[in-house]
DNA sequence: CTCTGTGTTGAA
DNA sequence: TCAACACAGAGG
């Protein structure tokens, strides 16, 4: 037996787990990654992760709750954490306590909460009191778009959520950002790979129906609907990673976000200086709920409220 | 049954 | 304060 061979097959084989170049990060027995952070002699779990950088952003996250943000953490040091210092996710973070937080990275709802979170900043937006009082800046899901790239939203019809195992994109979309070249690709269409929010990878078929003159998602449509519960009027979002691998991602969320109420958003709040000024258009600030583009557009001077508006409309 | 996440240790 | 390792026992 080769002394060599065994042991660089040990190493690169089962007996040992692979360690993460990752603060934070330790290896699972079945390949996925665990996230810990220590406080005061004590080790804090923050939950299980596919991939080690998941894991590493949870150990971020927690270690700017736990340490502040000077601390020092896996990413962000020159992107993230300047947009953090006085953002809306600052605030979110001191709106919660240690154990919400690590509660949200156990449960990978971290982000979802965040983005929950930032609506009612915006819609709290809606009293002129509270916009006095909440600190609102222009960077909406800022951290959040260094990684992703939204590209657009559709609302679902009954049809898309119905029997046909096929959801519509609409054509403006479709032709924006999933382009189809090739005759063949046009006939048969591509298999494309969408991760949703929770990691799991989505294969499903794109391709171009003359008989409807539509672009669709088919071909595994169905069990997406099936999983997420979608119903008719639910939210589907679209999006790509920055990175050079353009990964796709798909999510969705229930169509009517539930709206705050002023005095509960406010007493979670840190007074802060008023907000730049926020023109509003008489007619549509008032909206709650969904067509937030048309008080968005017309919005100006606050670029998180547009965004928000932007993602919001159909 | 799967596999998380706790118990524990030694290094820094 | 940290990661490495083993495996009790949590959770489905």
Request: proline residues 3%; glycine residues 6%; neutral net charge.
């Amino acid at each position: 037996m080769d002394v060599l061979n065994e042991s660089t097959s040990e190493a690169a084989n089962s007996n040992k787990l692979p360690s993460s170049r990752y603060k934070g990060v330790v290896p699972q027995p079945n390949g996925r990654w665990g996230a810990q952070i220590y406080e005061k002699h004590q080790r804090v779990w923050l939950g299980t992760f596919n991939a080690a950088e998941e894991a590493a952003k949870a150990y971020d996250i927690a270690s700017i709750k736990f340490r502040g943000l000077e601390t020092i953490t896996n990413f962000n040091q020159n992107q993230l954490k300047p947009y953090m210092d006085g953002d809306n996710e600052t605030l979110f973070l001191q709106s919660h306590s240690k154990a919400e937080i690590v509660d949200m990275l156990r449960k990978h709802s971290y982000t979802n909460e965040l983005e929950m979170y930032k609506l009612k900043l915006f819609n709290a937006g809606d009293d002129d009191a509270a916009r006095k009082r909440i600190k609102c800046h222009v960077n909406l899901m800022e951290g959040y778009d260094h990684q992703r790239e939204w590209l657009f939203e559709k609302v679902a019809t009954p049809s898309d959520v119905g029997r046909l195992n096929r959801m519509v994109i609409p054509k403006q979309h479709a032709e924006k950002h999933f382009p189809l070249h090739l005759s063949e690709e046009l006939c048969k269409g591509v298999l494309l790979n969408f991760e949703d929010g929770e990691g799991k990878v989505w294969r499903l078929r794109y391709c171009y129906w003359s008989s409807s003159q539509s672009y669709v998602l088919t071909k595994g449509w169905t069990r997406f609907v099936k999983d997420k519960k979608l119903k008719a009027g639910d939210v589907v979002r679209f999006e790509r990673s920055r990175g050079e691998e353009k990964k796709m991602f798909i999510d969705c969320r229930p169509r009517n976000v539930e709206v705050l109420g002023l005095g509960e958003m406010a007493s979670r709040v840190e007074v802060e200086e008023p907000l730049s000024r926020v023109q509003e258009d008489d007619g549509v600030v008032r909206l709650f709920g969904v067509n937030i583009v048309e008080t968005c557009s017309c919005i100006v001077d606050n670029n998180m409220c547009w965004r928000l508006g932007a993602r919001i409309s159909s």
